[in-house]
């Protein structure tokens, strides 16, 4: 069966016909690939690191949190918007790094500080999205967001810090406060963003002169913090020694105290047990610490002991007697009489 067909001069014009099979080839084709093309639009995979937005006709439906492979019903009905919500990212201040090199950006690092100094702060934000649906939804731009709060939360801190403290000593209380503002801000905004961490690199003055002499004066600084160290060192390894020397000095004067006082006591002891023998004995005793001292004193001399009264003959060669004896017995005193003692 041919098909004719009028064309705009009046002729008529012969329509190509195609075999029927080579239709029925085309509708299945087609429908097979519409077919697959639905397929694919049902399947979606989520990393690790990865979290899913379902929307349904355009609308936010849920999260899809648990990595692996998901279906959803097929294009347009669903569609999912994957964003690695678990991965801890980064955004640069002051500076962007561009093939391992920093490179500064100034009107990002340059702020006014307190006392009306200009100086130039670098830092590094560290932040993961901590709710999906307000970090798509809420926020039109989030990362653009996050780097112009951390810019204003910085400018804020150092805007009411003076230099000095700034590129010194302050350097960690402006990181906590900084980090203290942009997580304010987050909340404030609802913007489903978690700041981990903030970190300056760099606080200092701009280069040049001005930098020069503020390092001069930061080594200078350094310095004599550090000749205070070394001297509160010398300090903590002297005091200790200092103490435990005047304690031992303490301790052995307390040792010879006590000594003394038992001395003291003991002479005081022996002294009363004689005395008791001596009351008792007044003449015994009396003799018998005259012997003992004249042995002391005279500890080489010969002591004979006579009687003391009357009878004894008035010449007696003790002497001879002596040297006799000493002669014939080995040197044995001679002691005549039974003198008191």
Avoid: C
Avoid at 131 to 159: C, M, T, W
Avoid at 220 to 240: C, F, G, H, M, S
């Amino acid at each position: 069966m041919e098909v004719y067909q009028g064309g705009k001069d009046g002729n008529t014009v012969k329509l190509p016909q195609f075999p029927k099979n080579t239709v029925k080839k085309i509708v299945f084709g087609v429908a097979v690939v519409a077919i697959v093309g639905l397929a694919w639009s049902s399947v979606y995979t989520v990393q690790e690191e990865e979290q899913a937005a379902i929307m349904t006709f355009g609308k936010y439906t849920t999260t899809q949190e648990s990595s692996g492979l998901h279906f959803k019903l097929p294009y347009p009905i669903q569609q999912v918007v994957i964003v690695p919500a678990k991965l801890t990212q980064k955004i640069h201040i002051g500076y962007r790094e561009v093939n391992g090199k920093a490179n500064p950006v100034e009107e990002e690092a340059l702020m006014i500080t307190g006392d009306e100094n200009i100086v130039s702060a670098d830092a590094v934000v560290e932040w993961r999205v901590s709710d999906l649906h307000k970090y798509l939804y809420n926020i039109e731009n989030p990362e653009h967001f996050l780097r112009n709060s951390a810019i204003a939360s910085i400018r804020s801190v150092i805007g009411s810090t003076k230099l000095d403290y700034a590129i010194t000593e302050g350097k960690t209380v402006i990181q906590t406060d900084v980090k203290s503002k942009l997580e304010e801000l987050m909340n404030q905004y609802n913007t489903g963003i978690h700041i981990i961490d903030l970190k300056f690199q760099d606080i200092e003055p701009p280069e040049g002169q001005v930098q020069t002499a503020f390092k001069a004066v930061t080594n200078a600084r350094e310095e004599k913090n550090t000749k205070i160290n070394e001297a509160q060192k010398y300090v903590n390894d002297r005091l200790p020694k200092a103490r435990g020397e005047a304690q031992a000095l303490i301790e052995r004067a307390e040792g010879e105290k006590q000594s003394r006082i038992l001395n003291a006591q003991g002479d005081v002891s022996k002294f009363n047990a004689v005395y008791a023998e001596y009351v008792k004995s007044p003449n015994v005793t009396s003799n018998r610490l005259t012997l003992e001292t004249l042995e002391k004193i005279l500890p080489k001399a010969k002591v004979i002991i006579t009687e003391g009264s009357g009878n004894t003959v008035n010449y007696l060669p003790l002497n001879d007697l002596l040297r006799s004896s000493t002669t014939g017995t080995g040197g044995t005193a001679a002691t005549q009489g039974g003198g008191n003692r």
